[in-house]
C-alpha cells in the first residue's frame, strides 16, 4: 500500500487484512493504543446504565480483538463479526474472550431479535461504501446491515460506530441508512475544529430518542494523531521536515537545546489531548553519547 493511501481504496478489506497486514496491525503500540482510546469513547458514547449487570454487547468488524479486549475488561460479554479470517485468526491467538464469527456485515447480521444490550463498531463501517465487485450495491449493503442491526438491538439500546469518511457525502448516506432503518440519533463528531483528527461517532439509539451526547473538543484543542493518515504532496512533507530541522537548529531557538523547552512542550501537548507523550523521567533531555 502506498503511504497514506486509504486502506479502503486499495482493496477489499478480506484481502488488505492478510496474515501479514493483521499481524503488524495487531503488534503495533501506537494501533492498540488507538482502538482502546476509541473504544473507551465509544463505551462512554454508548451510556449503558450502571447498574453492575453484564451486558451482551456486538462488536462490529471486530479484527483482531482490541476492541474486544477492552469490553471484556468492562466486564461485558461480547460477540465480534469481522471478514477478514486472518484477523478473526490472530484473534483466536490472542486468547478473545467473545464469540467470533466470520462474515461481511454487508450481507446482514444473522442474529436474533433484540439479543443485544448495546453495540459497538471501531473503523470499519466505511468499507460499507465501496463497491469491490460489480454486484456490490454500496446502498442495498447498508440498508441490510442497519435493518439488522436493529433487529438485533433490544429496545432502549444504543449502537455507536466509529468510522472515517472518506467525504461529508459518506457521512451523510451512512446516516441516512440508519435513519431509514428505524434509528433515531445521528452524528457526533469529536474535535470538530481540527483538520487533522476528528472522529465521527454514528451514534443510533433504538426506541425512544434522547439528546445526542457533547461532542469533545469544542473549544478548539486537538488530540493525538489517531493513525488516519492524510494524503500530504511528498514535496511538502520533505520541505515541512526540512524547514523543521533549520528552526531545531537556529540560533534564533536556542530555547528548543533545553530541558525547560522539552518540558514546556511536552506539558502543551498533554493538555491538548495527546495519550502518547512519553512520561517524564530523569533522562528527559539528557544529550545521548554518539555511538561512532
Known sequence: MVKGERPEFTNPPEIFYNDSEARKYTTSSRMENIQEALTQRALELLALPDD????MLLDVGCGS????QALSEKGHVWMGFDISAAMLNV???????GDLCLHDI????????GKFDGAISISAIQWLCNADT???DPRKRMRAFFESLYGCLARGARAVLQFYPQNSEQAHMLTSAAMRAGFSGGL???FPHSTRA???F????VGSAAPLPTPEGLDGEEPVDDGQVNIINRKQQKRRKTNHAIVMDSSRHPEAKGKSWIFKKKDQMRKKGYTTVPPDTRYTGRKRKSHF
Do not use: I
Not at 453492575?52 to 451486558?55: A, G, S, T, Y
Not at 484473534?91 to 474472550?97: G, H, N, P, T, W
Open 52 to 55: 453492575d449487570q453484564v451486558k
Open 65 to 68: 480483538g482490541l476492541s474486544g
Open 91 to 97: 484473534a483466536l491467538e490472542r486468547e478473545a474472550e
Open 106 to 113: 454487508g450481507q446482514g447480521l444473522p442474529l436474533r431479535a
Open 134 to 136: 460489480k454486484a456490490a
Open 188 to 190: 457526533v463528531v469529536d
Open 198 to 200: 476528528k472522529k465521527y
Open 202 to 205: 454514528l451514534v443510533l439509539m
